[in-house]
């Protein structure tokens, strides 16, 4: 009894240090040199010792990745893997519980329109990534329609829609969608399964994470996400998962382009970010100080 009172005491104090991760990170981020990352980075992920990242739409097919210890030393040098499948709008990308796959979320969808959403999924074995074994996972939201896109109203040539998507995870069988909600500044949870072919995403929950979503990575029980405000403020936030309750935002203290990328990094138990280059502002990658 009392070695199962600890265990349980042990558990919530491990959860702990995750939440309070989360809320420090808003203070404790630093940029470090990072050369040659992708310009618009759109994602992150770790398998192994390797960190991967891609570039948003209208860039080469590639995967870029550098070495996870060379990150924190700051002399980490990316280098790009092309593959077939073309990059119409990547927002995203991830890998599952058993590292077997990398994923590349192909759904970013701005005006409301594509009828081509999908997931790419791709073998790799160690960090060897199987290029001519390509998977599409392809789906359509249940609650979609033109005629829904063409009622919702126009900003700056932009239809306020809640169709749009920049992150995903995967869990057991299945690849859960979050969504980037235009017209309501929510974020609508979709699910579909983790197999080849045409599927229809059901729609199992919904949160308001109070900023626009575009990366997210879960950690336990919980789902981490960063994202921004439309007045650019930038935050990482947080929700149980599979409740979608107990939201959390924090402001981050740094006002980069756009952060688009958050990852877990299991061994060193800590978050890495990742932002985009726009104007005057240069891609980065940040860890915790």
């Given at each position: 009894?009392?070695?199962?009172?600890?265990?349980?005491?042990?558990?919530?104090?491990?959860?702990?240090?995750?939440?309070?991760?989360?809320?420090?990170?808003?203070?404790?981020?630093?940029?470090?040199?990072?050369?040659?990352?992708?310009?618009?980075?759109?994602?992150?992920?770790?398998?192994?010792?390797?960190?991967?990242?891609?570039?948003?739409?209208?860039?080469?097919?590639?995967?870029?990745?550098?070495?996870?210890?060379?990150?924190?030393?700051?002399?980490?040098?990316?280098?790009?893997?092309?593959?077939?499948?073309?990059?119409?709008?990547?927002?995203?990308?991830?890998?599952?519980?058993?590292k077997s796959h990398i994923y590349i979320g192909d759904f970013g969808n701005n005006k409301g329109k594509r009828q081509d959403l999908k997931v790419i999924k791709i073998p790799i074995?160690?960090?060897?990534?199987?290029?001519?074994?390509?998977?599409?996972?392809?789906?359509?939201?249940?609650?979609?329609?033109?005629?829904?896109?063409?009622?919702?109203?126009?900003?700056?040539?932009?239809?306020?829609?809640?169709?749009?998507?920049?992150?995903?995870?995967?869990?057991?069988?299945?690849?859960?969608?979050?969504?980037?909600?235009?017209?309501?500044?929510?974020?609508?949870?979709?699910?579909?399964?983790?197999?080849?072919?045409?599927?229809?995403?059901?729609?199992?929950?919904?949160?308001?994470?109070?900023?626009?979503?575009?990366?997210?990575?879960?950690?336990?029980?919980?789902?981490?996400?960063?994202?921004?405000?439309?007045?650019?403020?930038?935050?990482?936030?947080?929700?149980?998962?599979?409740?979608?309750?107990?939201?959390?935002?924090?402001?981050?203290?740094?006002?980069?382009?756009?952060?688009?990328?958050?990852?877990?990094?299991?061994?060193?138990?800590?978050?890495?970010?990742?932002?985009?280059?726009?104007?005057?502002?240069?891609?980065?990658?940040?860890?915790?100080?």
């Open positions: 009894m009392k070695l199962s009172i600890k265990l349980y005491l042990l558990s919530l104090a491990l959860l702990s240090f995750n939440i309070i991760n989360a809320q420090q990170l808003a203070t404790k981020l630093k940029e470090v040199n990072s050369h040659g990352i992708p310009k618009e980075t759109s994602g992150l992920c770790i398998i192994n010792s390797t960190l991967f990242s891609i570039n948003d739409s209208g860039n080469p097919s590639e995967i870029w990745s550098t070495n996870i210890d060379s990150v924190y030393a700051g002399t980490s040098v990316w280098r790009p893997f092309k593959i077939s499948a073309k990059n119409i709008d990547w927002e995203a990308i991830e890998t599952d519980e058993l074995n160690g960090n060897i990534i199987q290029k001519d074994s390509l998977i599409n996972i392809e789906f359509s939201y249940e609650d979609y329609s033109l005629e829904k896109i063409e009622k919702c109203i126009s900003v700056k040539g932009r239809k306020m829609h809640n169709f749009d998507c920049e992150a995903f995870w995967i869990a057991d069988s299945s690849i859960y969608l979050f969504t980037k909600n235009w017209e309501n500044r929510e974020c609508n949870v979709y699910q579909i399964p983790n197999i080849g072919g045409k599927h229809i995403a059901k729609k199992v929950g919904q949160f308001d994470p109070g900023m626009l979503i575009t990366d997210c990575v879960k950690v336990d029980e919980t789902l981490y996400y960063c994202g921004y405000t439309i007045t650019g403020n930038q935050f990482i936030g947080s929700v149980k998962w599979g409740s979608w309750e107990n939201c959390t935002r924090k402001k981050l203290n740094i006002r980069p382009a756009q952060f688009e990328g958050i990852t877990w990094d299991e061994i060193r138990q800590d978050f890495i970010l990742s932002s985009e280059s726009r104007k005057s502002q240069k891609e980065s990658l940040f860890i915790r100080n």
